[in-house]
């Protein structure tokens, strides 16, 4: 058995520097590294769809724009399969069949279910397909055999329900599916990046992300509104840089480089830091050197997006392509689920044989 990365985004928007952190960043390196025998990501439209049925064109808008921001940010097609989870159809069949392996009850003690639910006001009318999307995302994984998700930490709750699954449909059936384990960031602070104005997750349906297509204004506008220490009010006050969201952000992005390239007086981000604790250093000095370390990072992706912009219907071809390479290996999962379930009855040639037999010697 091979190792397997598989991941993907939800396309409700265009990707941020969450999204980044939490995942895109490593997915780039590991495709680059070769360590994996295949990798896998995909845009989860049908997982995307459970809480915006009545507005699919949402959907259908941002499809394109996670697309461009996966080729932009460095993902190949030629190193990686990209496909769209809702063009696969054994997904949506290997989903029903592990329904059967799971409670109610089950679901419900998922801490991430539990806040998804309250953060979407569902607690009181909870859309089904919704409720049931960590057995969606448990058939995502385990169709293509992925041994690896690299993803944020509160994902975590998730893959375990995943891991569940695949013991008690190996117990059940046979030893077909395999059981996947997270790769966090190896950054801590990037594993849940906070939004810009300090609450808990940047989401877009917050508004406070900085998208990687933004432009070098866009990202200065909001990194200048950025939330600071409130009781930061001058200079020469000392500040605190736990629960900093520009400070959050150094901790993520910014390297010992950076301070000798923008800020040489700091040899790195702890000397800035107890400058900042002992008052003396001002917060939009601060914003101005986290400004320049994201537009350069962003910069590169920007000019490849725009490039990729220019030929919009080879990008649906690439989508295409890998969504045909994609479900090959879902047919290839499926037969061997349908043999261990003893559900491939057209193909079991003993079965028939057998069944002839007995109605022979009635």
Not at 133 to 162: N, R
Request: charged share 30%.
């Amino acid at each position: 058995m091979g190792k397997v990365i598989l991941t993907g985004d939800r396309p409700t928007g265009k990707l941020h520097l969450g999204h980044y952190v939490g995942s895109l960043r490593r997915r780039v390196q590991l495709q680059n590294e070769g360590d994996y025998d295949k990798m896998f990501v995909f845009m989860a439209d049908v997982q995307a769809l459970t809480d915006n049925a009545d507005n699919p064109e949402k959907i259908r808008q941002n499809l394109i724009e996670v697309a461009l921001d996966y080729l932009a940010a460095g993902l190949d097609p030629e190193k990686c399969t990209l496909f769209v989870q809702s063009q696969i159809p054994e997904l949506a069949e290997l989903t029903t069949y592990l329904m059967n392996l799971i409670t109610v009850s089950r679901v419900q003690r998922n801490p991430t279910v539990k806040t998804e639910i309250k953060m979407r006001n569902f607690e009181a009318n909870i859309p089904l397909g919704f409720f049931c999307y960590p057995v969606s995302q448990a058939a995502d994984i385990t169709l293509f055999k992925a041994t690896t998700v690299p993803a944020g930490e509160d994902q975590e709750p998730m893959l375990e329900v995943t891991r569940e699954l695949v013991r008690r449909f190996n117990q059940t059936y046979s030893e077909v599916l395999v059981e996947p384990f997270i790769m966090l960031p190896e950054n801590a602070t990037a594993r849940r990046l906070p939004g810009t104005d300090g609450k808990e997750k940047m989401s877009k349906s917050l508004g406070n992300c900085i998208y990687l297509s933004d432009s070098a204004n866009e990202v200065w506008q909001k990194v200048r509104s950025m939330f600071t220490d409130p009781d930061h009010l001058r200079v020469d006050d000392p500040g605190k840089v736990e629960g900093n969201a520009v400070f959050t952000y150094l901790d993520a992005f910014s390297t010992d480089d950076d301070f000798a390239r923008y800020m040489p007086e700091y040899q790195n981000l702890e000397e800035m830091k107890e400058h900042y604790r002992r008052g003396g250093l001002g917060d939009m000095k601060c914003k101005k050197l986290l400004n320049s370390i994201l537009n350069d990072m962003l910069e590169p992706i920007r000019q490849r997006r725009h490039e990729f912009e220019k030929d919009i219907p080879e990008i649906y071809n690439i989508l295409r392509k890998g969504t045909e390479k994609a479900r090959e290996t879902a047919a290839r999962t499926m037969d061997e689920v349908r043999h261990a379930m003893r559900i491939d009855y057209f193909d079991d040639a003993e079965l028939i044989r057998s069944q002839a037999e007995r109605f022979a010697n009635k």
